[in-house]
């Protein structure tokens, strides 16, 4: 939040039941962007799980994050799981135009 310690989560789990995966992620994007774009938070992540496309096996972890100062960028860290436990391949990072604070790459509202 805007005092640079407090660390909330968006839920909308209510909302979404039954929505494809990706509708629910462009609904939190939405929250996540009337949320900055009124000056309440500095920086924002949404992690999420899925396949790195749909003709293939590996499993990824996504971390979308932005920042105000002028970060925006995904993570993508393919992992396994065997036996119980979870083997990390090394993380991907991957800039992206912002969409939660800005409306482009300069940082301009």
């Given at each position: 939040m805007k005092d640079g310690?407090?660390?909330k989560r968006i839920n909308i789990d209510g909302q979404a039941d039954g929505m494809p995966a990706a509708a629910q992620l462009k609904m939190y994007r939405a929250a996540?962007?009337?949320i900055a774009r009124r000056g309440?938070?500095?920086?924002?992540?949404?992690l999420y799980t899925?396949?790195?496309?749909?003709?293939?096996?590996t499993e990824v972890l996504v971390i979308e994050h932005e920042h105000r100062l002028g970060v925006s960028s995904?993570?993508?860290i393919g992992y396994k799981i065997r036996?119980?436990?979870i083997s990390w391949?090394?993380?991907v990072s991957q800039e992206?135009?912002?969409?939660?604070?800005y409306d482009g790459k300069d940082g301009q509202s």
């Open positions: 310690e407090t660390v996540i962007k009337s309440q938070i500095n920086a924002a992540a949404i899925g396949r790195i496309s749909e003709n293939s096996d995904n993570k993508v036996n119980g436990s391949a090394e993380p992206k135009p912002f969409e939660w604070f």
